[in-house]
């Protein structure tokens, strides 16, 4: 079973930087895509960053595009999320999350780590 955990997270003024972090156990996870998704209080879950394993290859949510920056660690089997320029919107729990290639949704979540952006 595939375990994610989360770190990393805090509070920050406007125009700070954090780096999250998600360290990955159980298993491999090449051939696999990692995420982070964000939930602010009384909103959706939203979509921020992904990159494939394998290949490297990153998406980014508008939002964030030019200010967060999705990256891996193969030999600590870690994705992290470098978070610069932040705003008071981007508020929220983030969470990490993993998948198969050949899977569209999300299976495998960490228990989130909040993040805390003051004005």
């Known amino acids: 079973q595939l375990q994610l955990v989360e770190s990393g997270g805090g509070l920050v003024q406007a125009g700070g930087s954090l780096r999250l972090s998600c360290a990955a156990s159980?298993?491999?996870?090449?051939?696999?895509?990692l995420g982070w998704f964000r939930q602010a209080p009384g909103k959706d879950r939203e979509f921020v960053a992904r990159?494939?394993?394998?290949?490297?290859?990153?998406g980014y949510a508008d939002s964030v595009k030019g200010r967060f920056t999705i990256s891996r660690d193969n030999a600590k089997n870690t994705v992290y999320l470098q978070m610069n320029s932040l705003k008071p919107e981007d508020t929220a729990v983030y969470y990490c999350a993993a998948r198969p290639v050949t899977m569209t949704l999300y299976p495998y979540w960490g228990q989130g780590t909040q993040v805390t952006v003051s004005s």
């Open positions: 990159i494939s394993w394998n290949t490297g290859n990153t």
């Open positions: 159980g298993r491999t996870v090449s051939n696999y895509r």
